[in-house]
């Protein structure tokens, strides 16, 4: 046997020595249980006239049920090839890394007043100007969190009113005030609404909208932000055209058939001072951040 031939099953043995253990080890660290579990018992036959078996609950990460799929996806996620990364917005130092400024009657750019800053940390919004903090990038498909508190200031002409900004999703077109999209209302006494600007469009029930501007309001008469000066955490689910909403763990709007469903996020200078500490995207495939592209 030629001397290349022999040394085969020798390098072979020394993958599998090298290759195998790592698998092992990354299943066993998906499920460290796994090993300690005994042997499963035999199923007892159904009734001659049962009704069929129901199907296993869709796994947390997507999956149809515990089997194949759901361990597949649990190992990936052991092995750190699992869902993308969270994008953090704001890494509580700096703006320009992944927003702009729009200010009325200033454009883009444009902020000697200081409307948007970051003050011990945190991202402060004076409400000054009417304007927004505009992301570079655009997104698809994902889930936003984003916690909040208003600030004391208020400025004219909503000195007297009460205090409101909002997050707008799948933000489109030019800069203006407001571009095309879907906004999350933070209002006192309106939280949790959804108001749609510039045309966009969104079915709740059998409800569908579709203005210059519209209002879906919240399914809870009861409030649902904390005490002024808390902290509040704003929730937006958006997957294809499904919008939901949900405000400190409340469920505030779910719609569906939206359009934009994919742009830019704004966060709102509309008057009232507001603080955000959390600023973070959850994408829910490879495909929901598409990469900034003019600003």
């Not at 020595?17 to 080890?25: D, N, R």
Request: hydrophobic share 40%; glycine share 12%.
């Amino acid at each position: 046997m030629p001397r290349a031939e022999m040394m085969l099953p020798a390098m072979n043995a020394k993958i599998s020595c090298q290759i195998i253990p790592a698998i092992g080890l990354s299943l066993f660290l998906a499920f460290p249980a796994a090993a300690a579990d005994p042997a499963p018992a035999t199923p007892a036959k159904p009734a001659a006239n049962a009704p069929p078996a129901a199907s296993p609950p869709a796994g947390g990460d997507g999956s149809k049920g515990g089997g194949l799929g759901g361990i597949f996806n649990s190992v990936k996620d052991a092995v750190g090839l699992g869902a993308p990364a969270p994008v953090h917005l704001f890494n509580g130092k700096r703006l320009d890394d992944n927003f702009y400024t729009w200010i009325k009657k200033s454009g883009v750019y444009v902020d000697p007043d200081k409307v948007f800053s970051v003050k011990d940390g945190e991202l402060r919004i004076s409400g000054k100007h009417e304007g927004y903090l505009a992301t570079k990038s655009q997104f698809a498909d994902f889930r936003l969190v984003a916690e909040y508190r208003w600030g004391a200031a208020k400025w004219p002409p909503r000195e007297n009113k009460p205090r409101n900004s909002g997050i707008i999703v799948a933000a489109t077109g030019e800069d203006k005030e407001w571009m095309k999209g879907i906004e999350c209302q933070i209002a006192e006494g309106a939280t949790g609404d959804v108001v749609l600007h510039g045309g966009a469009q969104m079915t709740v029930g059998r409800e569908a909208k579709s203005k210059a501007w519209a209002e879906f309001p919240r399914a809870t008469t009861n409030e649902v932000e904390n005490a002024h000066g808390k902290w509040n955490t704003l929730e937006v689910v958006c997957e294809g055209g499904n919008v939901r909403v949900r405000v400190n763990g409340h469920v505030t709007v779910e719609g569906f058939g939206a359009s934009p469903n994919s742009g830019k996020i704004l966060l709102q200078s509309n008057g009232s001072e507001i603080f955000f500490r959390k600023l973070d995207i959850f994408p829910l495939n490879l495909n929901s951040v598409t990469a900034p592209g003019g600003k």
